[in-house]
């Protein structure tokens, strides 16, 4: 839903900052604009740890699986999620909500300005960290699946022939596959927007160059649904209820 929503809601807005050289819709949307687009995106981040532990889970641990995600638990999880970006990054951009004209130079702006200290608390909760937890459970995943190919082609290779090593062999490269792209993007739409964080350079004046950043980081939350779907048919199931509405009837769910 993260991601449906900054295609709905962030990316038009930014295409107005974008094509504008003046900001024409207000401090309010100014402010609102940045909270809106930041939460959304470090919700979709935290929905990508939740799924990297829910895969990490059901490979790893199959059997304790139907007790440890729960349906309860999984719902508490995302609305703990949600609130914790709105929490988040609400207190990152405390003094531009209070006053959303604060670093502009002339009418018509809205930008916004983060010191070295938040950038960096920024740069590690956003990026580092979940980029880091996605990485470890991923390659845990990718061994223990690789593992359990190789076991199950030695123990079956008399009984079904050369068909399980066929069958093994795809599972190992579907696994490898969707690890090593799941973590490319990731590190390719965050990685540049991060960049000046990491180097340690000052580009506060460069709007251009934030502008585009900003698109590459957004562009990260219309590719995790292409990437998911095309990988896992469960995803593509929850994606047809929320496209028809379907996720509105409670029995649905379980069909």
């Known amino acids: 839903i993260s991601d449906l929503l900054v295609g709905l809601l962030v990316m038009p807005v930014e295409m107005v900052r974008f094509i504008e050289t003046c900001w024409l819709l207000g401090d309010l949307m100014c402010a609102l604009s940045y909270i809106i687009g930041v939460t959304l995106t470090s919700a979709s981040v935290g929905n990508m740890v939740l799924i990297s532990i829910d895969r990490y889970v059901a490979i790893c641990h199959p059997l304790q699986y139907p007790n440890k995600i729960t349906r309860s638990r999984v719902e508490g999880c995302v609305c703990v999620c949600w609130a914790c970006s709105l929490?988040?990054?609400?207190?990152?951009?405390?003094?531009?909500?209070?006053?959303?004209?604060?670093?502009?130079?002339?009418h018509g702006e809205c930008l916004v300005v983060i010191n070295y200290v938040l950038g960096t608390i920024d740069l590690v909760f956003?990026?580092?960290?979940?980029?880091?937890?996605?990485?470890?459970l991923y390659m845990?995943?990718?061994?223990?699946?690789?593992?359990?190919?190789?076991?199950?082609?030695?123990?079956?290779?008399?009984?079904?022939?050369?068909?399980?090593?066929?069958?093994?062999?795809?599972?190992?490269?579907?696994?490898?596959?969707?690890?090593g792209i799941v973590i490319l993007v990731f590190l390719m739409t965050f990685c540049p927007y991060y960049y000046p964080s990491l180097g340690g350079q000052d580009i506060s004046n460069s709007a251009s160059y934030w502008a585009i950043m900003s698109w590459l980081l957004f562009f990260n939350s219309c590719l995790?649904?292409?990437?998911?779907?095309?990988?896992?048919?469960?995803?593509?199931?929850?994606?047809?209820?929320?496209?028809?509405?379907?996720?509105?009837?409670?029995?649905?769910l379980y069909s």
Not at 150 to 163: D, F, K, L, N, P
Request: with cysteine; proline share 4%; hydrophobic share 45%.
């Open 224 to 252: 995790n649904p292409l990437i998911y779907a095309f990988f896992y048919p469960w995803f593509r199931k929850a994606i047809k209820l929320i496209v028809t509405l379907r996720i509105l009837d409670y029995f649905s």
């Open 140 to 179: 845990r995943v990718f061994v223990v699946a690789v593992s359990q190919a190789r076991a199950m082609r030695s123990h079956v290779t008399v009984i079904a022939g050369g068909r399980v090593t066929v069958t093994a062999k795809k599972s190992e490269k579907k696994a490898a596959r969707t690890l």
């Open 87 to 106: 929490l988040y990054n609400g207190l990152i951009l405390k003094d531009h909500l209070s006053r959303p004209d604060r670093h502009n130079s002339c």
């Open 126 to 136: 956003t990026f580092i960290g979940p980029c880091s937890l996605i990485i470890v």
